[in-house]
């Protein structure tokens, strides 16, 4: 097998070309209208905004960064202002059932309309009405009632009075009536006069009284039916005045709103209501001002009850609503029920209802953060109840736990069309697929937001726009076009593919303000490739604090890394540490040590409980490889332990198993590594190299080993896999070092290749009797293995030998 050739620096990295651009400054270029790289999810955006049917709401995921709620703000604003507006929502009083408020539907502003007429007619009333009490007409009618009364009651008096003369008794008005008193030459007979009456004389008295008390009685019952007769007039009487009052303003709004029946039937128990209330209105009395009173008068208690409460006002909105609820909790969500404190005890109204985001949504659309719906208690609970029933409940949070038993307001439930729209990470679109069953019901659309986007010409183009759209909105300085060219090869870094461009736009945003920060500190006009590296430079400084330190204690012998040499058993893996928004690699020393044994290949960090499952698999496709090649015609008598040097947390990934590999290979065979090589990679049974990830971090992880440990050799340098070449997207000081030869990359397909590498020997192939020719690597190992399985053999046989011989004492014994 030839041995792999180093990777040449084009191969290394990504290069947009300046000169491709036909601007000399983004300031040439229009704004970014569209959405780029994202027509999968754009697709299912417009399938799902255009689809109508029930369910048909949108889960829209994607990693964050990628500018997905932006961009389904603007798409669904741009979708919205071409609907028609939605309509408003009013609460008004039920006059058949006070603790189940009306939800009345109105046409957009219309709700405002009827607000303020309903307060322009209070305002008439509360004028009009006195007014009408106190009119001219009004106090003939009254009076003339009052005094055919008094007269009447003043006859009937009157003819008491002569009746109850003629036989020598008086009456006496008390607060509860009359009472008889007999006379005697015309004053009233006392207790002393009475005693001295005879028998007879006192038994005709009392007789002739109760005769006299009868018809005092009976003109008393007159009098009364009189009164009654007489206030049934009067109320008769207000009656007309506050209906004639009160029915010419209403007709005027009836004809207004002849075209909304809901209107109508409210007015008309409205003026029902008013005129039971008549008596309110007409002491003229005015309703306070200022804050809030101990206790309401009954004047405001009318007022309220007759006002309007504008849940929803769609007046001013063009198009169907667009909400962006952040916080969406339970009373945000659904609305809520407010409380007043009157005379110490806490009251409320249908006034005192609010509207949550899904009324503000009805009849347009609702974006929320899945996440944060999900956080909040009962949110998510609330949502899909009311997706599912099609209607909007309102009411306490405490009642819908049903902590509380007390009454309280039951708002008529308002008809729910909207679409709603959840933004939030993959992780949580699938757990909410696999375990809540009403998810897929109520979330049929999926809109993937895609990490990547081709880097093709529409695309880099776009990614130019993009530049110039964030320099107008930021007022920064535009872009050079070499300026351009970095910001796009930067952009392949973060994905970590030179096919691909990275649609985390928050990032590329930050990279173009720093970048513009930096160029105005260099005091240029425009932003150029060199302000942009500064600005990459400059983020990475602030943030690898811990990579300096592990860097300086590689130089100072703390880590043991050698980067010269060779030794048995002995290679330089690399590990990738990811710490929140930094990320950067180190090499690791992986060793093994191989005796005779039968115990296969012991993973150490698997034994401690310090290696990941995924790890131990790797390490398990070893034996495999081992026993595929060297074990086919005798076992292994092989004991081996592999182990990642001062290594003190858990290890985790299979990209060391090629390495693995070689140590356990060179271990067994006595065969030194070079250790001014590093290499990563993982294999699978038939010792292919498969794909691994933070490619670039490991290259330059060791690159700055390198340089911590003194000049650049000429010969040191990184083994990856060959299906990782295309992920290459490297600091310019790496591939500068590779342009001059200080520093090389190897591409390998097969471990034999890197064991090429590694070992400076062919890994000989077998001949037609399997054997490999004794000075490769495969030859090394398969005569190391042979002594092994000897050596296992003859001391196998020597304890089969002293064990027939301890048998054979044994049965002599027992003879004996």
């Known amino acids: 097998m030839t041995t792999p050739k180093a990777l040449s620096p084009d191969q290394l990295r990504p290069f947009c070309d300046p000169a491709q651009f036909m601007f000399r400054s983004t300031a040439e270029l229009e704004d970014l209208s569209d959405i780029i790289g994202q027509a999968r999810a754009i697709r299912a955006l417009e399938f799902g905004m255009g689809m109508r049917a029930a369910g048909y709401n949108i889960y829209v995921l994607g990693p964050a960064g990628t500018g997905k709620t932006t961009a389904v703000q603007r798409f669904i604003e741009r979708d919205a202002a071409k609907a ?90 008390l ?41 005092v009685d009976k003109t008393l019952a007159v009098m009364r039916r009189r009164q009654q007769q007489a206030r049934q007039e009067m109320a008769q009487l207000d009656e007309r005045v506050a209906r004639f009052t009160i029915s010419h303003p209403i007709d005027e709004l009836k004809a207004r709103y002849q075209d909304t029946e809901e209107v109508i039937q409210h007015l008309e128990a409205m003026t029902e209501d008013l005129v039971k209330n008549v008596d309110v209105f007409k002491s003229g009395e005015q309703p306070r001002q200022g804050p809030t009173m101990p206790h309401i008068s009954p004047i405001e208690g009318l007022l309220r009850r007759y006002s309007i409460n504008l849940l929803v006002d769609n007046g001013e909105t063009e198009g169907a609503p667009v909400i962006m609820e952040s916080n969406p909790n339970f009373t945000n969500l659904v609305g809520r029920i407010e409380h007043q404190v009157v005379m110490g005890a806490l009251v409320t109204d249908f006034t005192m209802i609010r509207p949550g985001a899904l009324h503000r949504a ?26 599912k029933e099609k209607v909007i409940r309102i009411e306490e949070y405490a009642q819908s736990l049903g902590l509380i038993s007390t009454a309280v307001l039951e708002p008529e439930p308002i008809p729910l069309q909207a679409k709603v729209v959840l933004t939030g990470p993959p992780w949580l679109y699938y757990l909410l697929q696999f375990f809540d069953e009403d998810f897929d019901e109520q979330f049929k659309v999926q809109a993937d937001f895609d990490d990547r986007m081709p880097r093709d010409q529409a695309h880099i183009q776009g990614y130019a726009q993009f530049i110039a759209t964030i320099c107008r909105q930021e007022n920064l300085p535009h872009f050079a076009p070499d300026g351009v060219a970095r910001i796009i090869d930067h952009s392949s870094r973060l994905v970590s593919d030179q096919d691909y461009l990275s649609t985390h736009f928050r990032d590329i945003a930050d990279l173009i303000t720093e970048a513009a920060y930096w160029s105005k500190q260099n005091g240029r006009d425009l932003v150029t490739a060199e302000d942009v590296q500064q600005a990459i430079d400059e ?55 191989t005796f005779m044994g039968r115990g296969g290949v012991i993973d150490i960090e698997r034994e401690v409980k310090l290696g990941g499952p995924i790890h131990s698999k790797g390490v398990m496709i070893l034996a495999a ?52 090589l590093a290499i990563t990679g993982s294999v699978n049974q038939h010792g292919d190299v498969q794909a691994i990830g933070g490619v670039n971090e490991k290259v330059e992880g060791f690159f700055d080993a390198c340089l911590a440990l003194g000049e650049l050799t000429g010969t040191q340098g990184v083994i990856l896999p060959e299906a990782n070449v295309k992920n290459l997207a490297l600091r310019e000081d790496v591939v500068q070092a590779v342009a001059e030869g200080r520093f090389h990359l190897y591409s390998v397909r097969h ?24 000075e490769t690597v495969n030859g090394r190992v398969m ?20 064990e027939d011989d301890a048998a054979k004492g044994g049965a002599e014994n027992r003879a004996t």
């Not at 009472?179 to 009456?197: I, R």
Request: hydrophobic share 40%; glycine share 6%.
């Open 84 to 173: 028609q507006p939605a309509d408003d929502w009013v609460y008004v009083y039920n006059f058949q059932e006070p603790g189940r408020p009306n939800a009345m539907r109105l046409p957009a502003g219309r709700g405002r309309v009827l607000r303020d007429d309903i307060n322009a007619l209070l305002k008439e009333l509360q004028r009009a009405i006195p007014e009408a009490f106190e009119s001219e007409d009004y106090i003939t009618q009254r009076d003339k009632i009052i005094n055919a009364l008094n007269e009447e009651q003043q006859k009937l008096f009157e003819q008491l009075t002569t009746l109850v003369e003629k036989y020598n008794f008086s009456l006496v008005r």
């Open 175 to 215: 607060p509860n009536g009359f009472m008889l008193v007999p006379t005697v030459g015309g004053k009233p007979l006392t207790d002393q006069q009475f005693e001295q009456l005879t028998e007879e004389q006192k038994e005709k008295l009392l007789k002739l009284r109760a005769f006299l008390q009868e018809e």
């Open 362 to 387: 009805n009849g347009g659309y609702l974006v929320l953060d899945a996440l944060a719906l999900l956080q909040r208690p009962q949110a998510w609970d609330a949502l899909k109840r009311a997706l």
């Open 539 to 593: 983020k990475r400084h602030r943030a690898n604090r811990i990579e300096q330190r592990v860097r300086e204690e590689i130089a100072r012998g703390a880590i043991l890394v050698s980067v010269s040499g060779k030794r048995v058993g002995q290679v330089n893996g690399l590990s990738v540490l990811p710490l929140g928004a930094s990320t950067f690699a180190k090499p690791t020393r992986i060793t093994a040590r």
């Open 625 to 676: 490889f081992l026993g595929a090649r060297y074990a086919q015609e005798k076992p292994l008598s092989l004991h081996a332990t592999l182990v990642f040097e001062q290594s003190y947390s858990g290890v985790e990934g299979d990209s060391a198993s090629l390495a693995e590999l070689c140590v356990l290979i060179s271990s067994i065979s006595g065969i030194p590594l070079r250790q001014d």
């Open 751 to 774: 471990v034999d290749e890197a064991l090429t590498l590694l070992m400076g020997l062919e890994v000989g192939e077998p001949d037609e009797s399997g054997a490999y020719p004794p």
């Open 783 to 802: 005569a190391a293995l042979e002594t092994m399985h000897q050596h296992w053999r003859a001391l196998r046989e020597e304890l089969e030998e002293g």
